[in-house]
């Protein structure tokens, strides 16, 4: 079964410009979440999208937005690049596996270098 | 608020020696799981385990396992045997509102760098 994937991997940015990252999740997973980890913040939640509607939302400014489509695969998207949204972003999906239980999997994750 | 504490920045083991990685948490929920995941320098996070906070008995998963302590809000990763392979950085994370609930947002501790040693 494939995993998470991510696109791009790699992405080299100027500030001012935006970023559209994507994401598709492991087939019949219908979670999808993003996190941003750099040094000094660490792992923060971004957002989770569940059948197309955001269901959470992190601490970030309205320049981190997200989407999910109906084939449960993601896109997030950062206007207005600042050196500081230089970070590896990871995306993770999930299904429910019974008992309540639900484990996120990650991609491989897309690190992005604002200049 | 929640809040995942991982007090040790880095630690080294020898190869084959068992080893504990520490997590403490925090939260005033009843209902709350419990991850462990791996990240190499490549950057992918890899899961390997979880623990549910009704669940009586500690997880195991191979060579991992955890030692939960409900009333110290403990949740110790041990690997046991460890191997070249396992040297990577680990992280604690938490789920609140578990077993059901409408989220999936993980709070990540800061994470412990593991050197395995020949």
């Not at chain 1, 600042?82 to 996120?104: F, I, V």
């Not at chain 2, 490549?42 to 009586?56: A, K």
């Amino acid at each position: 079964k494939a995993g998470v994937t991510q696109t791009p991997r790699y992405l080299i940015k100027t500030r001012g410009q935006q970023v559209t990252l994507s994401c598709s999740p492991i087939s019949g997973h219908r979670s999808v979440s993003w996190y941003q980890q750099t040094p000094g913040q660490g792992l923060q939640f971004l957002f989770e999208y569940f059948s197309e509607t955001q269901r959470n939302k992190g601490n970030f400014p309205g320049r981190f937005s997200g989407r999910q489509f109906s084939n449960s695969r993601s896109e997030m998207n950062v206007s207005t690049l600042e050196l500081g949204d230089s970070a590896l972003y990871l995306c993770a999906s999930s299904r429910p596996t019974g008992g309540g239980q639900e484990t996120q999997y990650f991609g491989p994750g897309t690190r992005l270098l604002v200049l | 608020a929640q809040k995942i504490t991982q007090t040790q920045p880095g630690m080294f083991v020898q190869e084959k020696e068992a080893v504990t990685l520490d997590c403490t948490y925090d939260t005033s929920d009843q209902s709350y799981g419990l991850f462990w995941y791996k990240q190499p320098s490549s950057g992918e996070m890899i899961f390997l385990i979880y623990q549910g906070s009704y669940d009586e008995q500690n997880a195991t998963e191979g060579r991992y396992s955890l030692n939960f302590q409900k009333a110290r809000k403990s949740a110790n990763l041990v690997i046991s045997a460890s191997q070249l392979g396992d040297s990577a950085m680990y992280f604690c994370a938490m789920r609140e509102a578990d077993y059901g609930g409408a989220t999936n947002k993980l709070i990540f501790g800061t994470g412990t760098l593991l050197a395995v040693q020949p």
